[in-house]
């Protein structure tokens, strides 16, 4: 009997967990991408999604949901019997021209991308990418924007007098202590050279912004200026992080900009009035603040896929978000 249990375990590991059951299931939800990678690499990412898994994800949706794009869900598309999902990926990455786009493409799938215009604010990297990739890399004592930080045994660089985590700390950063973190770790690693790498950070140069809005099925939308968290610009700053790229966008693309996802999804009522005057019609958030936010039809809730899961238990995961939001 033991040997039968120990096997029956033993097959519950090997067996991936199981897809949905989609009989009757409705609902609707917006899902959020970051970066495809070639594979489920995690160790220079842990926002990035293998294109295999990508692959399987899109062919699950295509075949049981109705997806539309992002316009057409805030217009208030809908199925009475099928989740109604829009896709969409956050930060700007070069390989969602590379990898996401011809399958996005091959299987007539809408999608929008929504780019951060740091480039344009002079920081050829975000930062979250780069702390992840240093942090992989080096080991070294990082002495920066007067603070001193090492790395813990779970690989995280932390402040030494308060502990806090590099990572959540830059959220709060201004753009001159991002460049200064910046030029501090590429002095120690500059790992910008090296090819086997580019997947984990490169961001999307004009002429690809250009291309994918051009394709007429994926459209480009903002995403601040350098990746701040909304709620941490300073209030003389804030309209300008919100409208400026749109502006930018729009120059390169050549189209209007209809959309804004908010950095880290922070924001607060503030955010959405400003936005709404500048111009957006759709607005994305990862979860809602409040009730308010939820009868806030220029506002919509995400749910974000990560590697960390199983590739089943994300598409499961997509399943049950837009079960709960029937809105
Ligand atoms: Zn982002």
Redesign the pocket.
């Known amino acids: 009997m033991k040997g039968a249990s120990r096997a029956r375990s033993l097959m519950r590991k090997l067996l991936p967990p199981p897809l949905p059951e989609m009989a009757g299931a409705a609902g609707r939800t917006i899902i959020m991408y970051h970066g495809i990678a070639k594979s489920n690499f995690t160790k220079f990412n842990y926002r990035f999604i293998g294109t295999a898994d990508f692959e399987k994800q899109l062919l699950f949706f295509k075949k049981h949901f109705n997806l539309v794009s992002v316009p057409d869900y805030f217009a208030g598309a809908g199925a009475k019997d099928k989740i109604t999902a829009a896709i969409t990926f956050?930060?700007g990455y070069a390989n969602n021209h590379r990898y996401a786009l011809p399958l996005l493409k091959k299987h007539a799938i809408p999608a929008t991308i929504y780019v951060?215009t740091a480039i344009a604010a002079g920081l050829d990297i975000l930062l979250p990418d780069l702390i992840d990739i240093f942090s992989a890399l080096n080991s070294d004592v990082v002495n920066a924007c007067g603070m001193i930080f090492k790395k813990n045994a779970q690989g995280y660089y932390f402040e030494t007098k308060t502990g806090s985590l590099l990572r959540e700390m830059e959220r709060e950063w201004n753009i001159e202590q991002k460049k200064e973190l910046r030029s501090v770790l590429f002095k120690k690693a500059d790992f910008r050279n090296k090819k086997e790498l580019q997947d984990y950070w490169q961001l999307l140069n004009s002429s690809e912004i250009k291309e994918i809005s051009d394709s007429g099925l994926v459209s480009i939308g903002a995403?601040g200026i350098s990746?701040h968290a909304m709620t941490f610009v300073a209030e003389k700053d804030i309209e300008k992080e919100i409208a400026y790229p749109k502006a930018y966008l729009e120059e390169i693309i050549g189209k209007s900009i209809s959309g804004i996802a908010y950095?880290?999804g922070m924001y607060d009522r503030k955010h959405v009035d400003l936005a709404a005057k500048a111009g957006y019609t759709e607005q994305l958030a990862v979860d809602l603040q409040s009730p308010e936010d939820k009868n806030d039809k220029r506002l919509a809730c995400r749910i974000g896929l990560y590697p960390n899961m199983h590739c089943n238990e994300q598409i499961a995961s997509v399943v049950e978000h837009a079960k709960k939001n029937q809105g």
Do not use: A, I, L, W
Request: net charge negative; glycine share 0%.
């Open positions: 956050d930060d951060s995403h990746h950095p880290y």
